[in-house]
């Protein structure tokens, strides 16, 4: 079946500028995740949805940073006047958390390449 | 808190040779632990978990890792290297609540022919 998908797979903007980046998990995943990976560095997490709601959004890097999952399936990380530092590949990952203790395989998206100048 | 440390930026083995990437780990609880694989321009892909069942775990591709909880590691190892395993390697531990999870900085590996 169908992956992990992103849109878009790349983004150049302009410091200052808003930008949404769109995840849409494999059917059925109840859990999602968000990631961002700078040149060089492994993911770091941002934040992990439950069905609608944000579980854990402790690694949003401050109030600039938003991200919803309305009806529980595609999210969107959103990102307010964006500074040069925000460039990055934006990752995204579903999977079925059946167990509910995150021990389920998380299935990767390709990235959105995130460019600010 | 949580952390990963993955000891080599960049391995080099010659094909048919064994691998051997390094991790260690610090947690205050049992954590669950992973390596990702992430080909270039390729997504990220599990090739192996530990959740406190059996230490040594077998993954895909003929990759295995042993967890050594007195050593807070667990290294990731093949016997045999392929030029198709050339591609970075991203070890990862599971948060307190396990839903949130701390990748290493990375280990790319080279084949040579």
């Known amino acids: 079946g169908a992956g992990v998908s992103q849109t878009p797979s790349n983004k150049v903007t302009e410091k200052g500028k808003y930008v949404e980046l769109r995840c849409d998990p494999i059917?059925?995943?109840?859990?999602l995740y968000w990631y961002r990976q700078s040149l060089g560095q492994g993911p770091e997490f941002l934040i992990y949805?439950?069905?609608?709601?944000?579980?854990?959004d402790s690694g949003l890097p401050n109030d600039r940073f938003f991200a919803v999952r309305p009806e529980g399936s595609v999210s969107t990380l959103k990102i307010q006047r964006t500074e040069r530092g925000d460039s990055a590949v934006y990752l995204c990952?579903?999977?079925?958390?059946?167990?509910?203790?995150?021990?389920?395989?998380?299935?990767f998206g390709p990235g959105t390449r995130l460019t600010v100048l | 808190a949580q952390s990963v440390t993955q000891l080599d930026s960049h391995v080099s083995v010659s094909e048919g040779t064994p691998v051997l990437l390094r991790c260690n780990y610090s947690?205050?609880?049992?954590?669950?632990l992973f390596w990702y694989v992430q080909h270039p321009n390729k997504g990220l892909q599990l090739l192996l978990k530990?959740?406190?069942?059996?230490?040594l775990v077998k993954g895909i591709n003929g990759f295995e890792a042993e967890f050594k909880k007195s050593e807070t590691s667990f290294h990731l190892t093949k016997p045999s290297a392929h030029m198709s395993d050339a591609a970075e390697y991203f070890c990862?531990?599971?948060?307190?609540?396990?839903?949130?999870?701390?990748f290493g900085s990375g280990t790319k590996l080279n084949v040579k022919p």
């Open positions: 990952a579903s999977s079925s958390d059946r167990s509910g203790g995150g021990t389920d395989t998380q299935y």
């Open positions: 059917s059925g995943h109840t859990a």
């Open positions: 949805f439950q069905g609608t709601g944000a579980a854990d």
């Open positions: 947690s205050s609880y049992s954590p669950s």
């Open positions: 530990y959740t406190s069942a059996a230490t």
């Open positions: 990862v531990v599971s948060g307190y609540n396990f839903n949130k999870f701390y």
